[in-house]
C-alpha cells in the first residue's frame, strides 16, 4: 500500500543526530531514531507494512570508523516485549502476498444499483506459473482511463526494490549512514504504550536505551 508523497510528512535534510526526535550519544558515535510506525519512507513515497514496526535509524561516527548492522538493534514493547529486526524479503512477502498467513475471513456480496461489490479476504497472488492459488472470483475492474502521452508517464521503482534499498545498511564507515528496520509485530498497535529502541555494540562493548514513545 502507498501513500502518495504529498501526504507524508517531510523533516527535510537531516545533518546531525539531534535533528532526529530521539538520539543518543554513545562514546564516538550519535544515534538518531524515528518511530514511524507502519510506513517505510522512500523517493517516491511512503510503503504501509501494516505488519511491522518501522523505526528509521541514522549513525553519526564522530571520530574513527564506526560498523552499523540491522543486528545491533532491537525494539522493546511497553517495557518487557523484545522484537529483533526482520529482513526486507518478509516485509515484502506480507506485503506482495497477503494470505502468507492463514487468518480469518469472510466474504459477502451486496448489491449496489445494478452492480453488486464483493468484500471479503485479500485476493490470492500468484507465486509462479500455474499456481492455483489464486483462482477465486474476480472483482471486475474499471477500463483503464486512455493515457493521452505514456512517454510522460512516470516510471518508479517496485516495492520490493524500495523496501530494499531503505534498510539500514551493514556496513563499516566514517561516514554518516541510515536507513529502516523492520519489526514484525502481531498484536494491536493500540495497546503500545511505551516504544524503546535497543543498541548493542557487540564487540566495542557500547550499548544505549533510545525511547521512542
Given at each position: 500500500?502507498?501513500?502518495?508523497a504529498l501526504f507524508a510528512q517531510d523533516p527535510g535534510p537531516r545533518s546531525k543526530a539531534a535533528d532526529y526526535?530521539?538520539?543518543?550519544?554513545?562514546?564516538?558515535?550519535?544515534?538518531?531514531?524515528?518511530?514511524?510506525?507502519?510506513?517505510?519512507?522512500?523517493?517516491?513515497?511512503?510503503?504501509?507494512?501494516?505488519?511491522?514496526?518501522?523505526?528509521?535509524?541514522?549513525?553519526?561516527?564522530?571520530?574513527?570508523?564506526?560498523?552499523?548492522?540491522?543486528?545491533?538493534?532491537?525494539?522493546?514493547?511497553?517495557?518487557?516485549?523484545?522484537?529483533?529486526?526482520?529482513?526486507?524479503?518478509?516485509?515484502?512477502?506480507?506485503i506482495q502476498y497477503p494470505d502468507w498467513e492463514t487468518r480469518p475471513t469472510a466474504t459477502l456480496e451486496a448489491g449496489v444499483g445494478d452492480r453488486s461489490v464483493i468484500v471479503g479476504p485479500p485476493a490470492s497472488v500468484p507465486?509462479?506459473?500455474?499456481?492455483?492459488?489464486?483462482?477465486?472470483?474476480?472483482?471486475?475492474?474499471?477500463?483503464?482511463?486512455?493515457?493521452?502521452?505514456?512517454?510522460?508517464?512516470?516510471?518508479?521503482?517496485?516495492?520490493?526494490?524500495?523496501?530494499?534499498?531503505?534498510?539500514?545498511?551493514?556496513?563499516?564507515?566514517?561516514?554518516?549512514?541510515?536507513?529502516?528496520?523492520?519489526?514484525?509485530?502481531?498484536?494491536?498497535?493500540?495497546?503500545?504504550?511505551?516504544?524503546?529502541?535497543?543498541?548493542?555494540?557487540?564487540?566495542?562493548?557500547?550499548?544505549?536505551?533510545?525511547?521512542?514513545?
Amino acid at each position: 500500500m502507498l501513500v502518495p508523497a504529498l501526504f507524508a510528512q517531510d523533516p527535510g535534510p537531516r545533518s546531525k543526530a539531534a535533528d532526529y526526535p530521539a538520539h543518543v550519544s554513545v562514546e564516538n558515535l550519535d544515534i538518531g531514531a524515528e518511530y514511524l510506525l507502519h510506513s517505510i519512507p522512500s523517493d517516491q513515497s511512503f510503503i504501509i507494512a501494516k505488519d511491522f514496526l518501522v523505526v528509521e535509524v541514522a549513525i553519526f561516527p564522530r571520530s574513527g570508523v564506526a560498523t552499523t548492522a540491522p543486528g545491533q538493534f532491537s525494539l522493546r514493547i511497553n517495557g518487557k516485549r523484545l522484537l529483533t529486526p526482520a529482513s526486507a524479503g518478509m516485509v515484502v512477502a506480507s506485503i506482495q502476498y497477503p494470505d502468507w498467513e492463514t487468518r480469518p475471513t469472510a466474504t459477502l456480496e451486496a448489491g449496489v444499483g445494478d452492480r453488486s461489490v464483493i468484500v471479503g479476504p485479500p485476493a490470492s497472488v500468484p507465486r509462479f506459473p500455474g499456481d492455483r492459488r489464486a483462482d477465486g472470483p474476480k472483482i471486475p475492474s474499471s477500463p483503464e482511463p486512455e493515457v493521452a502521452n505514456s512517454i510522460d508517464k512516470p516510471s518508479r521503482k517496485p516495492n520490493s526494490q524500495l523496501i530494499a534499498e531503505a534498510v539500514l545498511p551493514e556496513v563499516r564507515t566514517d561516514r554518516p549512514v541510515k536507513g529502516c528496520l523492520y519489526f514484525r509485530f502481531e498484536g494491536k498497535t493500540r495497546s503500545i504504550k511505551n516504544v524503546e529502541l535497543l543498541y548493542d555494540g557487540g564487540e566495542n562493548g557500547l550499548q544505549a536505551v533510545i525511547p521512542l514513545i
